[in-house]
């Protein structure tokens, strides 16, 4: 089927809108008509190619939609079911087959290689193949084609526009406070870098019980934000050293503390911030090859780092999870949500890139 989509056909180029040819489902594949889509960093660091991403290629996954129609075997959903699209996995390695999705052997592949598992890419123009299954699904177009493993079944009494996100940013700056690090009532954290993952990860600590949360960030209006969204105290760390700050406000350290800036730098201030036992989680993505430094004896001293893809999240089951706390009013993320018509696709990148917009969300008509 010919359907409109934001190519991506060169090193940091602009996002084109064209005419695409997009498969009809295959076997254990779902097509879903787009009701909107999250621009993520992820989708702006592979388009500068920071991920190894083939080019030609359409982004996006964060996706939220109806179904359309399903291929052969698939038993998940059917057609006119609301949908959440999510990370692609495997299902098959040792971490799929122990309900760890996240912790996926295949993730690289599956998420970044632009092709289905057979080789096969699910877009072309003319002649020429244009890299899809971007995170399984490539949302950047009208219609998506995603696996029966990646898509998950939503009710419809929550508007489908304010649920991509949940698909990759939500779930990750929530889950890396609730599963990953587990953050228990009365406990205090530091969120370094409180853009959308981090403003959520704020939310989530104050749904989770956290009496002392502190919200640091080099940009006032996104700290004055994260007073709105439960931040406890707040720290520009253009203006203060944030470690010392730290261990003023909780006299030595966080117990909790997660980096959300993929800064070398952050990490280390993040580990440093933590009191005797604490444990700093890593989500920030840095590009390739980037290395940090930290000092060993800070470590021996019960202290810990610990990597957070998507949040440790198995998305059938936290999805439904952070919907139920929305409807609840416990987790508002659609309070730092702006929205663009899918032609603007442009703008909400450069307005998510130079910090004017927090989570910039695009509809379809």
């Known amino acids: 089927m010919k359907i409109q989509a934001a190519v991506v056909r060169e090193k940091a180029g602009p996002f084109i809108i064209e005419q695409v040819d997009l498969d009809e489902p295959k076997a254990g594949e779902v097509l ?53 699209m999510s990370y692609l996995y495997c299902g098959t390695c040792p971490s799929c087959k122990k309900g760890i999705p996240s912790w996926c052997l295949n993730f690289l592949p599956s998420n970044f290689a632009g092709v289905r598992s057979d080789g096969s890419t699910t877009m072309k123009k003319g002649g020429q193949a244009i890299h899809g299954s971007f995170f399984g699904q490539s ?70 019980g956290c009496t002392t949360i502190i919200a640091v960030d080099v940009v006032p209006a996104r700290l004055k934000v994260a007073l709105e969204m439960g931040a406890t105290h707040t720290i520009d760390s253009n203006t203060v050293d944030p470690v010392e700050e730290i261990r003023k ?21 993040a580990v440093d911030a933590l009191t005797w036992g604490g444990v700093c989680g890593l989500i920030g993505v840095a590009p390739m090859g980037a290395e940090v430094s930290l000092d060993m004896q800070n470590i021996l001293n019960g202290r810990a780092v610990k990597g957070i893809v998507e949040g440790d999240s198995n998305p059938d089951v936290f999805i439904p ?16 949500m702006t929205f663009y018509p899918f032609e603007q696709i442009n703008q909400a990148a450069e307005d998510s890139e130079n910090g004017k917009t927090l989570k910039a969300v695009l509809r379809f008509s």
């Open 32 to 84: 879903v008509r787009m009701v909107a889509t999250g621009l993520c960093h992820t989708d702006l660091v592979a388009r500068a190619q920071f991920l190894p991403v083939p080019l030609p290629a359409v982004f996006g996954h964060e996706g939220s939609g109806i179904v359309e129609s399903v291929g052969p075997g698939v038993t998940k959903v059917k057609a006119g079911d609301h949908v959440v």
């Open 139 to 208: 949302s950047f177009g009208a219609y998506a084609l995603a696996s029966e493993r990646n898509v998950v079944k939503v009710q419809d009494d929550v508007p489908l526009e304010i649920l991509g996100p949940l698909g990759c940013g939500i779930q990750t700056g929530a889950g890396g406070v609730i599963n990953s690090l587990q953050a228990r009532p009365g406990s205090s954290i530091a969120v370094f870098g409180v853009g959308s993952v981090g403003l959520v990860a704020v939310m989530a600590a104050y749904a989770s």
């Open 249 to 269: 406000i909780t006299g030595g350290g966080v117990e909790y503390s997660l980096e959300c800036a993929g800064i070398p730098k952050v990490l280390r201030q």
């Open 321 to 336: 999870q952070l919907i139920e706390l929305y409807k609840r009013g416990r987790l508002p993320f659609d309070r730092i």
